[in-house]
C-alpha cells in the first residue's frame, strides 16, 4: 500500500509517501520558524498563509523524491484535526483536490494517533502487536498526554495537561529567559553544564490525588505546567541578577521541572498498567534529558522503550501516512477527509 500523507496542522507543511504503514519513501517538510520566531509563537494568519504557498512544491516534492507516480498512489492520507483551523483546511483542502483529480480516496487522520504511528517509522521497531499492550507518553507544543494503546486503533487516555502543553511550557520559559524561538531547543542548548538543582520549581498536581477530572481521568496521572511559568516570572523578579550570573542553572532548573513532571507521571501510569512498552511521541522527545529519564525509567519497570526516531519527532507527514496504512493493514477503517476539527478527540467520550 503506497500512501501520499500530508500534515499541516499547525506551522509546518509537510508531504511524504509511504509504503505499507513503515516504509519512507520520501519526507518534505517545509518548516515556519522564521516567519513567527519576531513573535515568540504561532501566528495563525501567517502561518495559513504559507501553507497556501508551499503546499503545491512540497506534494509535488515527496512524490518525486520517492521515485513514484502520482498513479502509483493507493490513496491520500492527510491530518483533519486537531490543529488550527485555519491550517488544517490548507491541507485538507489540497489534499481532496489532489484526490478528485487523481481519482484516489482521501482519508482523514487524528493528528496524535499519527504521532503515536510515528515511532513506528523506525526500521528497528517491532510490529504494533509485539509492542502491545504499550504506554505512550505524548508531548509537543500543543499536546501533553498519556495514552494506552493495547492495538492500532486501540486507545485509552489515562491522563493529559490541564492547561499549557509541555512544548507550549518550554516556550514561554524561554521567552521570559531571553532565550528566543522555539523554546525547547533553546532551553536545551542554554542548559548545557548548568545546576538542574539551582531553583526547585514546582512540579504542578504534585500532591493531587484521589480526584478524577470533569472527563473522568486519575488527576495523579495529570500535567498542570502553568504554574511552572508563574513561578519563573517570580523568581525573575524576585532575583533579577540570577538571569546573568546563572543562566545555565536557570534554563536547566527549569528544564529539570518539565522534564520531571512528564517523567513521573509516565512511571505512575506504567506502575498503574504494567505495559510492556513505554514509548514517547511529539516534539519535545526529542529532548535528551526526558530520553535520559525515560530509559532509566523503562529499566526499573522492566519494559522495552520504544522512542520515535529524532526525524519525525516534531509535525511531519511520514506520521501521517503511517497511522493511515497501520490502520489499513489491521483492518481498520480510515474515516474520509470531510471536514477540519480543530478538537478531534483521540478517544471519543463515552
Known amino acids: 500500500m503506497l500512501l501520499l500523507g500530508i500534515e499541516s496542522s499547525c506551522d509546518e507543511t509537510a508531504a511524504a509517501v509511504v509504503r505499507d504503514g513503515r516504509e519512507v519513501l520520501s519526507s518534505v517538510v517545509h518548516s515556519q520558524i522564521a516567519s513567527h520566531r519576531p513573535y515568540g509563537g504561532v501566528v495563525p494568519e501567517i502561518a495559513s498563509r504559507e501553507h497556501v504557498g508551499a503546499f503545491p512544491v512540497v506534494a509535488a516534492g515527496a512524490v518525486e523524491r520517492a521515485g513514484v507516480s502520482w498513479a502509483d ?156 511559568k508563574t513561578s519563573l516570572l517570580y523568581h525573575l523578579k524576585n532575583h533579577p541578577d540570577d538571569r546573568e550570573r546563572h543562566p545555565a542553572d536557570l534554563a536547566a532548573s527549569y528544564q529539570e521541572a518539565v522534564m520531571d513532571s512528564l517523567a513521573t507521571r509516565a512511571e505512575r501510569a506504567l506502575s498503574a498498567t504494567g505495559a510492556r512498552t513505554l514509548a514517547c511521541v511529539g516534539g519535545v522527545a526529542k529532548n535528551a534529558v526526558l530520553r535520559g529519564k525515560l530509559e532509566t525509567l523503562a529499566r526499573r519497570h522492566a519494559a522495552a522503550l520504544l522512542l520515535t526516531p529524532l526525524a519525525y519527532c516534531t509535525d511531519n507527514a511520514a506520521m501521517v501516512a503511517a497511522a493511515a496504512g497501520l490502520r489499513a493493514l489491521a483492518g481498520l477503517d480510515n474515516p474520509p477527509a470531510v471536514e477540519a476539527d480543530p478538537s478531534l478527540p483521540l478517544v471519543e467520550e463515552e
Not at 494517533?113 to 510515528?118: D, I, K, T, W, Y
Not at 531571553?178 to 539551582?198: K, M, N, S, T
Open 73 to 228: 498512489l493507493d490513496a491520500i492520507a492527510v491530518t483533519h484535526g486537531p490543529g488550527l483551523v485555519s491550517s488544517l483546511l490548507i491541507g485538507l483542502s489540497g489534499a481532496r483536490a489532489l484526490g478528485q483529480v487523481l481519482g484516489k480516496p482521501v482519508w482523514g487522520v487524528n493528528h496524535i494517533e499519527a504521532h503515536l504511528a510515528g515511532m513506528f517509522l523506525d526500521p528497528a521497531a517491532p510490529d504494533p502487536a509485539d509492542a502491545c499492550p504499550l504506554l505512550a507518553l505524548m508531548v509537543s507544543g500543543g499536546h501533553s498526554c498519556l495514552v494506552e494503546m493495547d492495538r492500532v486503533g486501540g486507545y485509552r487516555m489515562l491522563g493529559q495537561t490541564l492547561d499549557d502543553a509541555a512544548g507550549e511550557c518550554l516556550d514561554k520559559g524561554a521567552n521570559l529567559l531571553g532565550l528566543g524561538y522555539p523554546g525547547g531547543p533553546a532551553i536545551e542548548r542554554a542548559a548545557q553544564g548548568g545546576d538542574p538543582a539551582f531553583v526547585h520549581f514546582p512540579r504542578g498536581l504534585e500532591h493531587a490525588k484521589n480526584r478524577t477530572t470533569g472527563n473522568g481521568l486519575a488527576i495523579e496521572m495529570c500535567l498542570s505546567f502553568s504554574g511552572l
